[in-house]
């Protein structure tokens, strides 16, 4: 399984907490095709934080909850029980997200915001609950912010899978009325908003923090693993757009690099680094 420890970072007055709903080390060639153990293993800063000596990687699937100005927001909410999913060990899982999270300090009922950074099957999950047969709203106090780029992507797509998510992770809270479409640039709080970081989705997110001279950000998927900071032209097999995704680390690591900016990768595990200029690529230095 993985790592259940409990971290928590200060960004000035605002708090972050990753809450863990799975964690695994594993080959990530499935995942971005190019990042064989050999490929991970030409990345000499990877292990021991990021990857072993076999080449396999580390990586989560986790929501981080943001305190900042009295309000809760959780960013992303995986995977989610009972729900059918292509990949098997995602499928009609009966896993303890809920009271874990309770477990942090963050019982359902207090969150007041769920933010989407995209609406791929891993970040979307415990948007819903299964109640008697029904999905219900998991966050019933939240309003739930998807950017309206991106529902416009989703909600135009046929497929299979596509249609199932919908109908049982993002329709059930559209019609209890709870969905807010936001623009990209969306102000959540004084110390917290969004930036539009496209490429894995045409309406993908991240979310910017900044308290008191501190800053922050929350990567969702622009980059899935911190090998991509030494490879930016690695893409992931679900970039809808590959070279935009490309362009978009690029110019995100570049921002970011040999600054005080706490980079928060939803994936990563270890979750948060500083990123640091390494020849014309990046690095990532971890924060534990």
């Given at each position: 399984?993985?790592?259940?420890?409990?971290?928590?970072?200060e960004?000035?007055?605002?708090?972050?907490?990753?809450?863990?709903?799975?964690?695994?080390t594993?080959?990530?060639?499935?995942?971005?095709?190019?990042?064989?153990?050999?490929?991970?293993?030409?990345?000499?800063?990877?292990?021991?934080?990021?990857a072993?000596?076999?080449?396999?990687?580390?990586?989560?699937?986790r929501?981080?909850?943001?305190?900042?100005?009295?309000?809760?927001?959780?960013?992303?909410?995986?995977?989610g029980?009972?729900?059918?999913?292509?990949?098997?060990?995602?499928s009609?899982?009966?896993?303890?997200?809920?009271?874990?999270?309770?477990?942090?300090?963050?019982?359902?009922?207090?969150?007041?915001?769920?933010?989407?950074?995209?609406l791929?099957?891993?970040?979307?999950?415990?948007?819903?609950?299964?109640?008697?047969?029904?999905?219900?709203?998991?966050?019933?106090?939240?309003?739930?912010?998807?950017?309206?780029?991106?529902?416009?992507?989703w909600?135009?797509?046929?497929?299979?899978?596509?249609?199932?998510?919908?109908?049982?992770?993002?329709?059930?809270?559209?019609?209890?009325?709870?969905?807010?479409?936001?623009?990209?640039?969306?102000?959540?709080?004084?110390?917290?908003?969004?930036?539009?970081?496209?490429?894995?989705?045409?309406?993908h997110?991240?979310?910017?923090?900044?308290?008191?001279?501190?800053?922050?950000?929350?990567?969702?998927?622009?980059?899935?693993?911190?090998?991509?900071?030494?490879?930016?032209?690695?893409?992931?097999?679900y970039?809808?757009?590959?070279?935009?995704?490309?362009?978009?680390?690029?110019?995100?690591?570049?921002?970011?690099?040999?600054?005080?900016?706490?980079?928060m990768?939803?994936?990563?595990?270890?979750?948060?680094?500083?990123?640091?200029?390494?020849g014309?690529?990046?690095?990532?230095?971890?924060?534990?």
């Amino acid at each position: 399984m993985g790592w259940q420890a409990l971290a928590m970072y200060e960004i000035g007055d605002v708090r972050v907490t990753p809450v863990v709903e799975l964690a695994s080390t594993s080959a990530v060639h499935w995942l971005l095709t190019e990042a064989t153990a050999e490929g991970v293993l030409e990345i000499p800063w990877l292990v021991p934080d990021y990857a072993n000596e076999q080449g396999k990687v580390n990586m989560t699937i986790r929501s981080l909850i943001i305190e900042s100005q009295g309000k809760t927001i959780i960013v992303d909410t995986c995977l989610g029980n009972d729900k059918p999913r292509a990949v098997e060990y995602w499928s009609m899982r009966q896993g303890p997200f809920l009271e874990d999270l309770a477990a942090a300090g963050f019982p359902a009922e207090s969150i007041d915001t769920v933010l989407c950074t995209h609406l791929h099957v891993d970040h979307v999950g415990w948007n819903t609950k299964l109640v008697d047969g029904q999905w219900v709203p998991t966050f019933a106090n939240a309003r739930y912010v998807f950017t309206e780029k991106e529902w416009e992507y989703w909600s135009a797509q046929t497929d299979e899978e596509d249609v199932t998510l919908r109908s049982d992770s993002i329709q059930p809270v559209i019609d209890a009325g709870l969905v807010d479409l936001v623009a990209t640039d969306h102000q959540l709080t004084d110390e917290v908003w969004l930036e539009h970081t496209p490429g894995h989705t045409p309406g993908h997110v991240s979310v910017r923090i900044e308290s008191n001279g501190a800053r922050g950000v929350i990567t969702g998927d622009l980059a899935h693993h911190p090998c991509q900071l030494a490879r930016p032209e690695w893409s992931s097999s679900y970039d809808v757009d590959a070279p935009m995704g490309i362009a978009t680390r690029h110019k995100f690591f570049g921002g970011n690099a040999d600054t005080d900016v706490l980079v928060m990768g939803t994936h990563w595990e270890p979750c948060a680094g500083h990123i640091h200029s390494d020849g014309d690529v990046w690095r990532l230095e971890p924060v534990r």
